[in-house]
């Protein structure tokens, strides 16, 4: 928007103040909002293994909390819905594997259910991740095992 000033110039210059003001007070309400965003992964503390390869994504995810609770990609679920979603999904994935995320507080039966399910769905590979070990806890374990051997 152009104006005419005291001395016949054209003023074109646009006061961003207001911008950045709005721009700030959105960055602010992100920040406060963003952690509720957070998935439930965070609530779940994975069994440590020795040794493993990174999981790739695009496979159906299961996480189990210690409470029991079922999660399919994010989505809560019951034990006896878990056929019916897997098999939903199978078609939309590049391989039929299931990803089994579950607490170390988890009992087997519950990880045996979700077993049983993804056979059922005729999945082909179930993997059960976990949180490898770091090489000195690596290293420590061997080095006890050695020692008791």
């Keep these: 928007m152009a104006m005419n000033s005291k001395k016949g110039k054209l003023f074109t210059e646009i006061n961003i103040t207001p911008l950045t003001d709005i ?3 959105l960055l602010i309400i ?9 998935s439930m992964d965070n ?7 020795n040794s493993g390869i990174a999981i790739e994504q695009n496979k159906a995810e ?3 909390t210690k409470e029991g609770l079922m999660y399919i990609n994010g989505k809560q679920i019951t034990p006896e819905q878990l056929v019916d979603e897997l098999l939903a999904i199978r078609d939309m ?11 170390s507080q988890v009992k ?13 769905a005729e999945y082909k590979k179930l993997i059960v991740a976990g949180e490898p070990l770091s090489k000195k806890e690596q290293k ?3 080095e006890d095992n050695e020692i008791r051997g």
């Design 108 to 120: 087997s039966s519950e990880i045996m259910k979700v077993m049983n399910a993804a056979q059922d």
């Design 43 to 49: 609530n779940i503390a994975v069994p440590e293994i």
């Design 23 to 25: 721009f700030l007070v």
């Design 93 to 103: 994935l590049e391989k039929p594997e299931v990803v089994v995320k579950a607490d």
């Design 140 to 142: 420590e374990l061997k």
């Design 30 to 38: 992100m920040m406060v909002v963003a952690p509720t965003f957070q």
């Design 62 to 64: 299961i996480a189990i």
